[in-house]
């Protein structure tokens, strides 16, 4: 029975090696059968299950395998991991914060304060990025973390001088010279796709919670609330989220869409609104230049909060009013500006003036026929206020 159990493990390893983690879990479970205290196989296969983003069970193996190896500051820093993609994050602080006292490590201390931030915990996560950067002041990702965390805070002079630092070891890094700019309010253009696909994948595991719980976001609600205020009958043939994220709107407009397509940056926020099965067809791609390259012609445009991310909306008014059907809509929000045009604010979003609005959508062949006053989501202790609207193209005289 010990030969043949033997080689079982032996096949696990290879398969686990292989990439072939569904079979690795299979067979680890067979030992597991047998012997479930057996440490070193709950770990491995706490691995596999990671990797096949079975995440809750990925929890259970290294919970078990803690408890076999209380003193193994691997198995807890992997089951901080396995927690944190399930979204228990005052768990995956706890395991994370066992790790660190069994090993100063520079990947526990930047996972213990990242996973801090996430749960609005700021204080000790500065504490935390503060210790990284004693340990490695030259931690790029810390550095680039710490700086957005005190950015957000509102500590601008801290956040300017790890932006800085930054900089002089990644020059030209696409983070650090918009939030820069946004401090200075000097940013002018459309942020590079670099640093927003990096912020968005840096934060798919726990977007949906920090921002719904915490911001209480819910700018696709009340789009389709809008929308119904406006036509609540209509049975849309082809529908497009533009920077769809995890699938939010989504969520909210499936029920009003025969076919509904998603698009977005963040290769990582596609995967998670792939889990939700909403869309008929999910890319990455900036939504521009997918717009540009497809070849059906949608009748409703949704963008919840993408328009945030941008400054000159010529580009993008431009591709949907050309992909879209004659008399298509086009719903979306934006911050509120209050001065012509638009405006970087210091969280390093755009706020876009109603007028500026209007003046694009004519431009491209559009017309303003719905707008309204909104509070989008919670920011520190106040509201952002923002504008919701609905604009047809390409109606008939």
């Not at 201390?109 to 000790?124: H, P, T, V």
């Not at 005190?150 to 696409?174: I, K, S």
Request: hydrophobic content about 40%; some cysteine.
């Amino acid at each position: 029975m010990a030969e043949d159990l033997q080689q079982v493990y032996r096949q696990a390893l290879a398969a686990h090696e292989q990439e072939e983690y569904a079979r690795a879990v299979e067979l680890y479970g067979r030992i597991l059968d047998l012997y479930p205290d057996a440490d070193l196989v709950l770990y491995n296969q706490g691995l596999a299950l990671y990797q096949l983003n079975r995440f809750a069970e990925a929890v259970t193996a290294f919970t078990q395998a803690a408890a076999a190896q209380k003193d193994d500051a691997d198995t807890w820093f992997n089951l901080g991991l396995a927690l944190k993609q399930d979204n228990r994050l005052s768990e995956a602080r706890q395991a994370y914060e066992r790790a660190l006292e069994l090993q100063p490590d520079e990947d526990i201390l930047f996972n213990l304060a990242n996973c801090c931030r996430e749960n609005g915990a700021d204080s000790q996560a500065t504490v935390y990025y503060r210790r990284l950067l004693d340990m490695d002041p030259d931690h790029t990702s810390g550095l680039n973390n710490f700086a957005y965390l005190c950015h957000l805070q509102g500590n601008y002079t801290l956040a300017e001088e790890l932006y800085q630092r930054l900089l002089t070891l990644r020059p030209g890094h696409p983070g650090a010279c918009h939030m820069l700019a946004a401090l200075k309010g000097t940013a002018e253009t459309t942020p590079d796709n670099a640093y927003v696909r990096e912020l968005f994948d840096q934060y798919s595991s726990t977007f949906e919670h920090s921002l719904v719980e915490k911001l209480q976001y819910r700018v696709p609600e009340l789009l389709i609330e809008f929308l119904d205020q406006y036509d609540s009958t209509t049975d849309f043939k082809n529908c497009v989220d533009l920077g769809c994220g995890t699938g939010l709107a989504g969520l909210t407009f499936r029920t009003r869409c025969r076919k509904l397509a998603g698009v977005d940056l963040s290769e990582k926020m596609v995967a998670q609104a792939a889990e939700k099965g909403l869309y008929d067809r999910l890319t990455a791609d900036d939504v521009v230049r997918f717009l540009e390259q497809e070849t059906e012609q949608p009748d409703l445009f949704v963008a919840a909060d993408l328009l945030t991310y941008m400054a000159d909306l010529e580009p993008l008014f431009k591709a949907v009013a050309d992909r879209c059907s004659p008399g298509g809509l086009f719903i979306f929000s934006t911050e509120h500006g209050d001065t012509p045009g638009w405006q970087v604010r210091p969280t390093g979003r755009f706020a876009h003036h109603p007028v500026y609005i209007a003046e694009v959508a004519e431009k491209n062949s559009g017309k303003v026929i719905r707008s309204t006053r909104a509070d989008l989501r919670r920011e520190g202790d106040g509201w952002v206020a923002g504008d919701l609207y609905i604009i047809r193209f390409n109606a008939a005289a």
